[in-house]
């Protein structure tokens, strides 16, 4: 069931807390939005997610006009493309999550290929899957906005969609059906950056293995 306005306006706030105090996101950097049926809820531009108004939140209409609350986050324009593209296929998606997670950075900066990580626990091929690595832009660059959606798109049309998407030097966008999702989603993939940093000749996980997950617990890989 969909969450309400102000139960989304809470979870939001209760999200924005728990990844702030456990050190996901740090001064201003981060935001959630929230698709709502008449719009969207954003984190206000600048604000820190550990110390959020659930009454101050920006409220937008479906064309991402401001509507109420402190101005949005510049990254709406990207959470709208996210959610336009992963409806296509995931039509329940409802929040998306943007953070400058340490070691999901880090990874980035290091990583030659077009994805952030290799399938090298069960849990990130269940829980995570494929993370495209898309090409650097500036923050709230329209660009960025635009080849994310096509990297969802042409995911799904390879039959593996994707809940992720990596942007190099700035942090992963996460998505689920509720912010309690996305937030899970979000913790499995920064800590399998982690591992990655603390193993990084870790091999993947052969095909056999890879093929026991898709047909056991359904995994998009």
């Given at each position: 069931?969909?969450?309400?306005?102000?139960?989304?306006?809470?979870?939001?706030?209760?999200?924005?807390?728990?990844?702030?105090?456990r050190g996901y996101v740090h001064a201003t950097a981060g935001n959630i939005s929230v698709r709502l049926d008449d719009g969207f809820l954003i984190t206000p531009t600048d604000a820190c997610l550990g110390f959020l108004d659930p009454a101050r939140l920006a409220k937008l209409d479906q064309q991402g006009q401001?509507?109420?609350?402190?101005k949005g986050s510049k990254t709406i324009a990207l959470h709208r493309e996210i959610y336009a593209a992963a409806c296509e296929h995931d039509a329940d998606t409802r929040c998306v999550i943007h953070t400058h997670s340490t070691h999901c950075v880090a990874l980035s900066l290091n990583?030659?290929?077009?994805?952030?990580?290799?399938?090298?626990?069960?849990?990130?091929?269940?829980?995570?899957g494929h993370v495209p690595l898309a090409n650097y832009h500036r923050p709230g660059s329209p660009d960025a906005a635009k080849e994310v959606a096509a990297l969802i798109r042409s995911y799904a049309a390879q039959g593996t969609p994707i809940r992720a998407v990596m942007l190099p030097r700035l942090g992963p966008n996460v998505w689920h059906d509720t912010p309690?999702?996305?937030?899970?989603?979000?913790?499995?993939?920064?800590?399998?950056?982690?591992?990655?940093?603390?193993?990084p000749h870790t091999p993947p996980l052969p095909a056999s293995d890879l093929n026991a997950l898709r047909e056991t617990f359904a995994a998009r890989w």
């Open positions: 069931m969909n969450l309400t306005e102000n139960q989304a306006r809470e979870e939001i706030c209760r999200v924005g807390q728990s990844l702030f105090e401001q509507v109420s609350g402190d990583v030659n290929g077009t994805e952030l990580l290799l399938p090298i626990t069960p849990y990130f091929v269940m829980k995570v309690a999702a996305a937030m899970a989603t979000l913790e499995e993939l920064e800590e399998t950056a982690r591992l990655m940093l603390l193993a």
